[in-house]
C-alpha cells in the first residue's frame, strides 16, 4: 500500500517533492517503498531540485543509491551539487565491484553536465 502511495505521488508532479522526500530520507521504511519515492522524484525531473540535498545524502545508502543516482540524472543541470559526491561514492573502495552503481552513477553525471 505505501509503495503504491509513493508511487502515485511521484506522478502528482512538483507539488508532491516534499512528501517524496520525507520517505526518500526516512532509513527506517522499507527500501522498497524509499525506492518508490526517489523513483518518484526522477519521474517529476528537473522539478524535483529541491531533492537533491536528500538524494545525494542517499547515495551513501546502499539500498537505494543506484534509484538516488538515477533520480540526481533526471532532475539534470539542477543536480550540479551532486556531482563531486557522486563521482566520490563511484570510486570509493566500497562501490568498486558494484558495477550497475558506477554505470547509473556514470549516466547521472552526463545528463546533469549536459547542456541544456
Not at 506522478?11 to 517524496?20: I, Q, R, T
Not at 540526481?72 to 563531486?84: C, F, Q, R
Amino acid at each position: 500500500m505505501q509503495e503504491a502511495a509513493a508511487e502515485a505521488l511521484g506522478k502528482l508532479g512538483a507539488g508532491s517533492v516534499d512528501a517524496l522526500i520525507a520517505v526518500a530520507k526516512d532509513g527506517k521504511r522499507d527500501p522498497l517503498i524509499r525506492q518508490k519515492a526517489i523513483g518518484g522524484l526522477a519521474t517529476i525531473g528537473p522539478d524535483a531540485k529541491s531533492a537533491v540535498p536528500a538524494l545525494t545524502d542517499a547515495i551513501k545508502d546502499k539500498d537505494v543509491r543506484i534509484d538516488a543516482a538515477i533520480a540526481l540524472g533526471a532532475i539534470g543541470p539542477n543536480a550540479k551539487s551532486a556531482v563531486d559526491a557522486l563521482t566520490e561514492a563511484a570510486g570509493d573502495k566500497k562501490n568498486k565491484k558494484d558495477k550497475a552503481f558506477k554505470q547509473a552513477v556514470n549516466e547521472a553525471v552526463k545528463k546533469i553536465n549536459a547542456k541544456s
